[in-house]
């Protein structure tokens, strides 16, 4: 089974330019989560997609922050304009249905490699 | 304010011996807690999981504890492995948003 796949894994853009990272989750899974890790940093959360819906998107920085996923599938994460303060990893994670209960890791979040994200 | 904490950056042990990852939270409504190890330019994967109702679980060399009245979590692995080398993260979560520490870089020295 393929894993959660992002793209590009590493992006450096100017100040001011826009940038777009994809995020396949896993076939099937619902849940579509969207994180960040600034260098030394925790992992933050910016945004949870339930299918196409977002469920949360509490962790967005700003409005310079957009997120899509149509059709449930695949989402992107367009930044634009790109700040300095931007740069970071961002990581997407994918678990199954919303509610599901199999094992007691039913919360389980399944990472993709991460996108790093450097702004000049 | 971070709610979840790993307070040790890095950490350093025999290989043979015992590590033991740390990890303290501020928010009483968590109800379930993972741990999460990660290589160098891969995405974390899931290592371990306890909830609330539980104090511990264990899987293999893996045993994670949870201290309620503390608001404390570790993470022992015993025998380390030079494998075992990664950056730990301890997670939190109150339904479906989790918070992450900063992570503590495990070394097992061969």
């Known amino acids: 089974e393929a894993g959660v796949t992002q793209f590009p894994s590493h992006s450096v853009i100017e100040k001011g330019q826009t940038v777009t990272l994809r995020c396949d989750p896993i076939?099937?899974?619902?849940?579509l989560y969207w994180y960040r890790r600034v260098m030394g940093k925790e992992i933050k959360f910016l945004l949870h997609f339930v299918k196409e819906s977002k469920q949360d998107e509490s962790g967005m920085p700003n409005n310079r922050f957009l997120a899509e996923r149509t059709g449930g599938t695949y989402s992107t994460l367009k930044v634009q304009p790109a700040e300095l303060e931007d740069s970071g990893v961002y990581f997407c994670?994918?678990?199954?249905?919303?509610?599901?209960?199999?094992?007691?890791?039913?919360?389980?979040?399944?990472f993709g490699p991460g996108t790093r994200l450097t702004v000049l | 304010d971070q709610q979840v904490k790993q307070n040790s950056p890095s950490l350093s042990v025999q290989e043979g011996r015992i590590s033991i990852l740390n990890c303290d939270y501020t928010n009483s409504m968590f109800d379930y807690f993972l741990w999460y190890k990660k290589y160098p330019a891969e995405g974390p994967t899931f290592l371990i999981s306890i909830s609330s109702i539980k104090d511990k679980n264990e899987d293999g060399r893996f045993t994670v504890f949870l201290n309620k009245s503390a608001k404390h979590l570790s993470l022992h692995i015993v025998p380390s492995q030079p494998g075992d080398s990664a950056v730990y993260f301890c997670?939190?979560?109150?339904?479906?948003?989790?918070?992450f520490g900063t992570g503590t870089s495990l070394t097992v020295i061969p």
């Open positions: 076939s099937g899974h619902d849940n």
């Open positions: 997670a939190a979560s109150t339904g479906n948003q989790f918070y």
């Open positions: 994670a994918s678990s199954p249905q919303w509610g599901f209960h199999q094992r007691e890791s039913y919360n389980e979040q399944f």
